[in-house]
């Protein structure tokens, strides 16, 4: 392993804990010597990192530090752009837009070497189900979902039965085929599931959701007896 994905490997340790974490045992999960952590801890440090701690004590890392792009994996590139042609190809014309500007981002900054690697990258997204088309604009339920507002719905089931919703939305799922959006609907009284495409109508409401939507999230991975990423 070269020192630089050795680097990569121990700052996303690091994240991982917001409690200080031992030395001996960064260590020992990494596969090096107690000195040559110290010696990786100081080279973060000098990279920008706000690695805290001493030895004896236990190391934490503030956030906000983030890597310089020279930092980047060949297949972390190759993530990078499978995932943004990906989101090219399923989102909506505003996500879409915004994924290929942030990959055009990326490589404006990159060494000319790592560009190559980003250019050449040879994974590709082949053609999935056609999408039905929304009648509402999906950037609307991505506001509500971040300002935390309930939003309120005429919606069709799959029986093209109609009804007034005022839900408290939390999460955008993208599937082949569908956008599902997830919430909690207050006439059911209960997490309900919505495809955008059956939504006629969406409002943005003042009100903002009586619970915040990492506790929502939360409650739906319960609910549906989904085991959070711990990573």
Do not use: N
Not at 28 to 34: D, I
Not at 67 to 83: D, H, I, K, T
Request: charged share 30%; glycine share 6%; with cysteine.
């Amino acid at each position: 392993m070269s020192r630089s994905e050795r680097l990569l490997d121990l700052l996303a340790l690091l994240r991982r804990h917001r409690q200080p974490v031992s030395g001996h045992a960064l260590a020992e999960t990494l596969g090096v010597s107690l000195r040559t952590l110290y010696r990786d801890i100081a080279s973060l440090q000098a990279l920008g990192a706000e690695v805290e701690g001493e030895a004896g004590i236990g190391y934490v890392l503030r956030p906000g530090f983030h890597l310089p792009p020279l930092m980047f994996r060949p297949e972390e590139l190759e993530a990078l752009a499978l995932g943004s042609r990906w989101v090219a190809g399923q989102a909506d014309p505003a996500l879409r837009d915004a994924a290929l500007s942030a990959l055009s981002r990326i490589a404006a900054v990159l060494p000319p070497e790592l560009r190559a690697e980003l250019d050449a990258s040879s994974l590709m997204v082949g053609p999935g189900k056609t999408r039905l088309a929304d009648s509402i604009d999906p950037a609307l339920l991505r506001l509500a979902i971040r300002r935390e507002r309930k939003l309120r719905l005429a919606y069709r089931d799959a029986a093209g039965s109609p009804s007034d919703r005022v839900i408290w939305p939390f999460a955008l799922a993208f599937f082949e085929g569908a956008r599902i959006l997830l919430g909690w609907c207050e006439m059911r009284g209960d997490f309900r599931h919505f495809r955008t495409d059956r939504i006629a109508s969406a409002e943005l409401l003042d009100e903002r959701s009586p619970r915040r939507r990492a506790q929502l999230l939360k409650e739906w991975r319960l609910s549906q007896g989904i085991v959070a990423d711990r990573r």
